[in-house]
């Protein structure tokens, strides 16, 4: 007699017919290969792997369960980005079911078709606890026929250009073609997990609150061109202009940005920014003509010691800011030297507007470019210090040969002056030793000699000192 097993009154028979039907389920499961597995949120441990997991994976059920993304790992390289990026959205929005296509690579190597479908489970209080997912082998997709934008999408992947796409309010990137990819430094899958600012320097550059007030223009219809300092993953930041617009695509509102590299235009900006700066800030006197010689412009140096103001300096020439006894040693030997060689540089001197003669050492530079001459630049240097130190080390050297030489003739009259005393007293010395007895008449003589040598020495002594006195520094 046949006995039916399933009835719902008898709880015994009830729980025997779910056994039944988990058995089933599973023989089923492993004739069509369909993996069913559970994973936490955070995807970091299975909580369960169907056995059929082996014929579709080609590993065993115990090692695939050791790896909790064994099943991202074998998905084809291309598409794991998007199903990265699905598994991201699905978590952080709580919807209730995503799916997805994508190639399947065994561990044989054979490669096939599934529809991955993906849910958060809940608990009876509605919380999510775990994320359940069914993989199904399928056919391939069919080839998209040819469509309006076939062309647009061409272009946009072999454009030269980075080009960047993303979500109109959310400011998710969607997509972005290879110059992107290049110049970011990364893959695309990288790319769409993150956001614009995670690849913007820290110190300058972009800002998501700065970039606001040009993303609402383009919202509402106004293209925006702003610049912004690129932060790549790898490799030092570079400058970028992004031309930003709207964009609609899908049915959904987009914001195209193209992005050209500015770096070096940006640098050279940069440099010359600050070495105008630095020029303007500078103590020596500056200026700029052009190649008929007309004054161009003059730092604020220049202008002050010059005592030039700015609507003065209109219509000046180089030649206008010498002394006229100076002009035709410029015109013709200082300006062709310059012109021929590229520089000049010698002492020169400068004239201000009050007609006092300023000396300079003056550096000019004949600026060319494809062999044709732009301009002349001047740099004058104040040297009045050292040519007062000069003449002051000049008139001092003079004085103490003018002093030497005096001492000199001083010596020279003392000596002439001491010969006739020594002489005599040689004299009366001779006379003694011939005729001692003579001493007291020769004692008058020998004093007079003794006397008048002894002023002699005297007043050489006095002139002396008062000289050395008078070269001793100031106290």
């Given at each position: 007699?046949?006995?039916r097993k399933?009835?719902?009154?008898?709880p015994?028979l009830?729980?025997?017919?779910?056994?039944d039907?988990?058995?089933?389920?599973?023989?089923?499961?492993?004739g069509l290969?369909?993996?069913?597995?559970?994973?936490?949120?955070?995807?970091?441990?299975?909580?369960?792997?169907?056995?059929?997991?082996?014929?579709?994976y080609g590993?065993?059920?115990?090692?695939?369960?050791?790896?909790?993304?064994?099943?991202?790992?074998?998905?084809?390289?291309?598409?794991q980005?998007?199903v990265?990026?699905g598994?991201?959205?699905?978590?952080?929005?709580?919807?209730?079911?995503?799916?997805?296509?994508?190639?399947?690579?065994?561990?044989?190597?054979?490669?096939?078709?599934?529809?991955?479908r993906?849910?958060?489970?809940?608990?009876?209080?509605?919380?999510?606890?775990?994320i359940?997912?069914?993989v199904?082998?399928?056919?391939?997709?069919?080839?998209?026929?040819?469509?309006?934008?076939?062309?647009?999408?061409?272009v946009?992947?072999?454009?030269?250009?980075?080009?960047?796409?993303?979500?109109?309010?959310?400011?998710?990137?969607?997509?972005?073609?290879?110059?992107?990819?290049a110049?970011?430094?990364?893959?695309r899958?990288?790319?769409?997990?993150q956001?614009l600012?995670?690849?913007s320097?820290?110190t300058e550059?972009?800002?998501?609150?700065?970039?606001?007030?040009?993303?609402?223009?383009?919202?509402?219809?106004?293209?925006?061109?702003?610049?912004?300092l690129?932060?790549?993953?790898?490799?030092?930041?570079?400058?970028?202009?992004?031309?930003?617009?709207?964009?609609?695509?899908a049915?959904?509102?987009?914001?195209?940005?193209?992005?050209?590299d500015?770096?070096?235009?940006?640098?050279?900006?940069e440099?010359?920014?600050?070495?105008?700066?630095?020029v303007?800030?500078?103590?020596?006197?500056?200026?700029?003509?052009d190649?008929?010689?007309?004054?161009?412009?003059?730092?604020?140096?220049?202008?002050?010691?010059?005592?030039?103001g700015n609507?003065?300096?209109?219509?000046?020439?180089?030649?206008?800011?010498?002394?006229?006894?100076?002009?035709?040693?410029?015109?013709h030997?200082?300006?062709?030297?310059?012109?021929?060689?590229?520089?000049?540089?010698?002492?020169?001197?400068?004239?201000?507007?009050?007609?006092?003669?300023?000396p300079?050492?003056?550096?000019?530079?004949?600026?060319?470019?494809?062999?044709?001459?732009k301009?002349?630049s001047?740099?004058?240097?104040?040297?009045?210090?050292w040519?007062?130190?000069?003449?002051?080390?000049?008139?001092?050297k003079?004085?103490?040969?003018?002093?030497?030489?005096?001492?000199?003739?001083?010596l020279?009259?003392?000596?002439?002056?001491?010969?006739?005393?020594?002489?005599?007293?040689?004299?009366?010395?001779?006379?003694?030793?011939?005729?001692?007895?003579?001493?007291?008449?020769?004692?008058?003589?020998?004093?007079?000699?003794?006397?008048?040598a002894?002023?002699?020495v005297?007043?050489?002594?006095?002139?002396?000192?008062?000289?050395?006195q008078?070269?001793?520094?100031?106290?």
């Open positions: 007699m046949l006995v399933y009835f719902p009154s008898n015994s009830n729980a025997e017919a779910m056994i039907g988990y058995k089933q389920g599973g023989a089923i499961l492993s290969k369909v993996v069913a597995f559970a994973m936490t949120l955070s995807r970091d441990a299975l909580l369960y792997l169907s056995q059929s997991a082996t014929d579709l590993e065993q059920v115990n090692l695939l369960a050791q790896h909790p993304n064994f099943w991202l790992e074998a998905i084809h390289p291309e598409d980005p998007a990265w990026l598994m991201d959205k699905l978590r952080e929005s709580g919807s209730n079911e995503v799916e997805f296509t994508y190639r399947l690579m065994a561990s044989d190597g054979d490669t096939c078709w599934v529809l991955h993906c849910r958060v489970a809940t608990n009876e209080a509605g919380v999510p606890v775990r359940d997912c069914l199904t082998p399928c056919k391939p997709p069919a080839v998209l026929q040819a469509v309006p934008h076939e062309i647009g999408n061409a946009f992947v072999a454009a030269g250009d980075p080009l960047l796409v993303r979500d109109a309010q959310t400011l998710d990137i969607l997509d972005a073609n290879a110059a992107t990819l110049i970011l430094r990364c893959s899958g990288e790319l769409l997990r956001r600012v995670d690849f320097a820290t550059g972009y800002d998501a609150r700065a970039e606001a007030a040009y993303l609402d223009a383009v919202r509402h219809g106004r293209p925006q061109r702003y610049d912004w690129l932060a790549p993953r790898e490799g030092p930041a570079c400058w970028v202009e992004a031309m930003t617009t709207s964009l609609r695509h049915g959904r509102d987009c914001l195209l940005t193209i992005m050209r500015t770096d070096h235009r940006h640098r050279e900006r440099r010359h920014t600050l070495a105008s700066e630095v303007e800030r500078s103590r020596e006197v500056i200026a700029w003509a190649p008929a010689g007309q004054l161009q412009n003059l730092n604020a140096a220049g202008r002050e010691w010059l005592g030039i609507e003065g300096l209109h219509g000046l020439f180089m030649t206008d800011l010498l002394p006229p006894w100076a002009q035709p040693h410029f015109l030997t200082c300006l062709p030297l310059a012109t021929k060689d590229g520089a000049w540089r010698g002492e020169m001197a400068l004239v201000s507007r009050d007609g006092r003669n300023l300079v050492m003056l550096t000019m530079l004949a600026h060319k470019q494809g062999g044709a001459l301009g002349y001047l740099i004058a240097q104040d040297i009045a210090p040519k007062l130190k000069e003449q002051r080390f000049k008139r001092e003079e004085e103490l040969e003018s002093d030497k030489l005096l001492k000199e003739k001083l020279e009259n003392v000596s002439a002056g001491l010969m006739p005393s020594l002489d005599q007293l040689r004299q009366i010395v001779q006379i003694l030793e011939r005729n001692p007895a003579d001493a007291e008449r020769a004692l008058p003589h020998l004093k007079r000699a003794v006397e008048q002894r002023r002699l005297d007043a050489t002594s006095e002139f002396l000192k008062a000289g050395a008078r070269d001793l520094p100031p106290r």
